[in-house]
């Protein structure tokens, strides 16, 4: 078992790191790192549903895709991540019993009573703590979670906060539950750093023969390489997402509007709107788009039609 002590906070960086070590090493791996703010969501997930996109913007709140399924979740440099790559016998690819056992263990040492949940989330109290998910390919599985230290729980709140508009997808659902921090709960620790090197302790302890592993040079151009061609991309943050319908009545000034579009691959294929006249060529402008709140504001700018944020928002959220 190789662990890493990643002291990395670019969000981008470090999926492109989980990445490349599940796929470019064939020993098991433990990386434990802190990300700067921004929201995760999974492979299989549709961004509008799951975000508050004018929270993401004014917050200046990145939203990355993972390789894994699940839920989203929101980074801070209150939340710790852990990773856990491992390989496993034919047959026995997924268990999260195992998978989460050296979180679970670790905060046993702490005083922490904690347990998983019915949609793999780790809970104390009743409270989830840590959202995990994984990743599978052939018999390598690759394991991470959260775990909650002293997180902005205000903003992760409004920045996961559900669109207004009606949405229909086949995309996977974040489960919505209450949240605590464990800030206050573990004698001697008062930071996430201290934290971080409290975990780092136990499970080099509990893999017994593992060694501390370093990236070297090749590691980090080859992750920074993924970075850049995969998790800092449009096309992979929200274009990989499944099609979808959107729906949604507003005012534009005195007057109520509906809009309706249909997105495949993040790009608007087909719109329908019904509302002051002078916005009805919104129909024929809008197809091609990327569904984004900046591409659609610079084509309303473009024909001139006066829209201030809270209007392009409207076909956005």
């Known amino acids: 078992m190789l662990i890493i002590n990643n002291n990395i906070t670019d969000p981008w960086f470090n999926l492109a790191a989980e990445d490349y070590l599940f796929s470019n090493f064939n020993s098991g791996i433990f990386m434990i790192y802190v990300n700067s ?17 004018r929270c ?3 917050e200046n709140i990145p939203l990355i895709r993972r390789i894994s399924g ?10 710790l991540n852990y990773t856990y790559i491992r390989n496993t016998p034919d047959g026995k690819q997924i268990d999260f019993n195992v998978s989460s056992m050296p979180l679970i263990s670790f905060l046993a040492d702490q005083g922490i009573k904690a347990y998983a949940g019915e949609k793999n989330e780790i809970r ?5 703590i840590s959202g995990n998910a994984e990743h599978i390919f052939r018999n390598r599985v690759l394991h991470h979670g959260t775990l909650l230290y002293s997180a902005d729980l205000e903003l992760m709140s409004r920045a996961l906060a559900t669109t207004k508009a009606h949405v229909r997808s086949r995309a996977v659902q974040s489960n919505r539950t209450r ?8 004698k001697g620790v008062d930071t996430i750093s201290e934290l971080k090197d409290r975990f780092l302790n136990h499970v080099s302890l509990l893999f017994k023969g593992s060694e501390r592993y370093i990236p070297d040079k090749n590691d980090i151009k080859e992750i920074n390489k993924i970075k850049r061609e995969k998790f800092i991309t449009w096309d992979w943050n929200y274009a990989w997402g499944p099609d979808y319908t959107f729906s949604k009545d507003f005012n534009i000034g005195m007057e109520k509007a509906h809009i309706s579009m249909e997105v495949s691959r993040g790009i608007i294929r087909e719109c329908k709107f019904s509302g002051p006249t002078s916005w009805k060529k919104v129909e024929s402008l809008i197809p091609g788009t990327r569904h984004s709140f900046d591409d659609i504001a610079r084509l309303m700018n473009e024909n001139m039609l006066e829209a201030d944020d809270d209007l392009v928002y409207n076909f956005i959220i």
């Open 37 to 53: 703010k921004s929201v995760i969501i999974g492979k299989h997930q549709n961004p509008v549903e799951e975000v508050n996109t």
């Open 56 to 58: 993401l913007r004014e």
């Open 70 to 79: 699940g839920g989203t979740v929101y980074h801070d440099e209150g939340n």
């Open 124 to 128: 104390t109290e009743g409270m989830k």
């Open 179 to 186: 949240v605590c921090n464990l800030k206050g709960k573990i």
